[in-house]
């Protein structure tokens, strides 16, 4: 199984992100996908750059947990166009789809990845989990309209 591990750059809870990786990943066996999203860089007392986001986040916990390391498709430009080639090749290659979006935020890469997962000819609504700043799951009242059209109609 791989599990996709994506984020808006405004969620903020690393320990509520690695809390529903750790929940729901086998590590000897399962895959993170994760988008390497260059967003919130930040720089450390030795004035050396990192970047400090979900998409971060899931691959570092990876990285250390995981049998299997991360598959990260980086966007090869930083244009428009390249992040959505990479937020469709997470959605293609994620059997489940993880992702953490502050409520009342209907704009970013997180939802137009999960904009192309609900798109798959497989999509099940039991693999999609969208989270909010709260810890608290997207109800469907609260979730873009196309989202729910796409998840009503399954």
Same mark, same amino acid.
């Given at each position: %199984?791989?599990?996709?591990?994506v984020?808006?750059?405004?969620?903020?809870?690393?320990?509520?992100? #690695?809390k +529903? #990786?750790?929940s729901?990943i086998d590590i000897?066996?399962?895959i993170?996908? =994760?988008?390497h =999203?260059? &967003?919130?860089? &930040?720089y450390?007392? !030795?004035?050396?750059?990192y970047?400090?986001n979900?998409?971060?986040w @899931?691959? !570092?916990w @990876?990285n /250390?947990?995981?049998?299997?390391?991360?598959?990260i498709?980086?966007a $090869? /430009?930083?244009?428009?166009? /390249?992040?959505?080639?990479?937020? $469709? $090749?997470?959605? +293609?290659?994620s059997?489940k789809?993880?992702?953490?979006i502050?409520?009342g +935020?209907?704009?970013?890469?997180a939802?137009?990845t999960?904009?192309y997962? #609900?798109?798959?000819?497989?999509f099940?609504p039991?693999?999609? %989990?969208i989270?909010?700043e &709260?810890h608290?799951?997207?109800?469907l009242?609260?979730?873009p309209m196309?989202?729910?059209n796409? #998840?009503r109609?399954?």
């Amino acid at each position: %199984m791989k599990l996709g591990v994506v984020g808006s750059g405004k969620f903020k809870d690393k320990n509520f992100v #690695i809390k +529903q #990786i750790s929940s729901r990943i086998d590590i000897k066996v399962d895959i993170i996908v =994760s988008g390497h =999203s260059p &967003r919130n860089k &930040r720089y450390n007392k !030795d004035n050396k750059e990192y970047y400090d986001n979900v998409d971060i986040w @899931a691959e !570092d916990w @990876a990285n /250390e947990f995981c049998w299997n390391k991360p598959i990260i498709h980086p966007a $090869k /430009e930083f244009i428009k166009k /390249e992040f959505f080639k990479r937020n $469709k $090749k997470i959605a +293609q290659d994620s059997d489940k789809l993880l992702v953490f979006i502050n409520k009342g +935020q209907y704009k970013s890469g997180a939802w137009n990845t999960v904009g192309y997962f #609900i798109s798959k000819f497989n999509f099940n609504p039991n693999n999609l %989990m969208i989270y909010n700043e &709260r810890h608290e799951q997207w109800c469907l009242d609260e979730l873009p309209m196309w989202v729910r059209n796409r #998840i009503r109609n399954f």
